[in-house]
């Protein structure tokens, strides 16, 4: 008995299990590299503060020049300029806090 061949043979390597580890391990260190932050620290905190200050400057401007303008046209120009302005610093704080709720992914 000690001399037939065992009835299995032994598990050799799967070429194809082979190919799957490397793509496996090939996507797994493309996530990695994708999910890298690549922005980080000073850089990013100046970036986002340059974001909140163009976004109130740029809601206030615009809103005040778009406003006068109407009122300008319309003859009303103290309450056009007065809507505009107001409808401006509501755009620029909705634009803050949709930006402080974002992810920092750059």
Known sequence: MS??????????????ID???ARL????SREEQRNRPKITGA???YRSGNRVLADLLGGI????????AIGWFTETN????L???F????VAFRNIIRAANQRPDA
């Open 61 to 68: 401007l615009g809103g005040s020049v778009i406003g006068w």
């Open 78 to 81: 103290p309450w056009g300029l």
């Open 43 to 45: 850089d990013a905190n």
């Open 25 to 28: 391990n090939a996507a797994q």
């Open 3 to 16: 001399d037939d061949e065992p009835a299995r043979e032994p598990i050799v390597e799967d070429a194809r």
């Open 19 to 21: 190919a799957l580890e």
């Open 83 to 85: 809507v505009g302005l």
């Open 87 to 90: 409808l401006g610093i509501v």
